[in-house]
Structure formats: structure tokens, C-alpha cells
């Protein structure tokens, strides 16, 4: 599977390898890297064994290349990729902040797919699709 992920500000590619990567930090402040796999629905997590975070902290993730944050405005506990899949298609990818939360979103235009046990807590998919 062709996939890529982007960074929606400076549309760098964010994936190496068999993981997306981003620069981190913790509410304590404490930086790193963390990498995600890139199958939507899977959230095996990788990290240095010294940059913690707890279950259900709130972390920030932010573009390696250009440092941008992936934050979402409207929605503060998620954070905002782009993908590309192998027909050259782009979506919109929303995926929780919330350390231990499976939730993630794959929008483009009206249309919305959900993954993991916990994406329909408390969204409203109205509102997601403006983040197409």
C-alpha cells in the first residue's frame, strides 16, 4: 500500500519507513519523538523509554520539518495530517492528542470513515467535515 501522510502546513512527508513521525511534547513540557504506524485503526506507539507520558495526557504533536503545530483550533484534543493514498486521493486525517485514545477520522468532503474503539465519544461528525 502506497500510502504517504503530509504536514498541512509546509506539506513535507512525514512518513519514513514503517512509521509517521513527529516531534512531541508532554504537558510537563518534555520533548521527543514520537512515532505512530501508519495503518488507520492501528496504534502501536513508539518512543524513547525516557520521554513519558501518562494515560490520558494531552500531548502536543508538531511537524519534524517545519515545526508547525498539528493542533486542531476547533477541536484542542486532536491533532491534523493530510494522506495521499495510491490513487493520489487526499484526506483529511484528524487523530486524538489524548495519550491511550483511539480515535481517529479519515474525511474527504462530506464523506468521514472512523477507526478505533473510542471515535465516537463526544464528536460531533457534522463539524468534522469542515476540517476537510
Known sequence: MNVNYICPACR???NAHDYIIFSAKTAKGER???LLHPELGNYTVHHHPE???EQGEVVEFF????GESLSVKQKE???KILM????GKEFTILFSRVAGEKSTYKIQGESIEIFGKD???EIDFRNLIDFS
Open 119 to 121: 471515535a465516537t465519544k
Open 77 to 79: 484534543n486532536f491533532a
Open 32 to 34: 521527543g519523538l514520537i
Open 63 to 66: 511537524c519534524p520539518v517545519c
Open 12 to 14: 513535507s512527508y512525514l
Open 51 to 53: 520521554f513519558k507520558f
Open 84 to 87: 495521499t493514498d495510491e490513487s
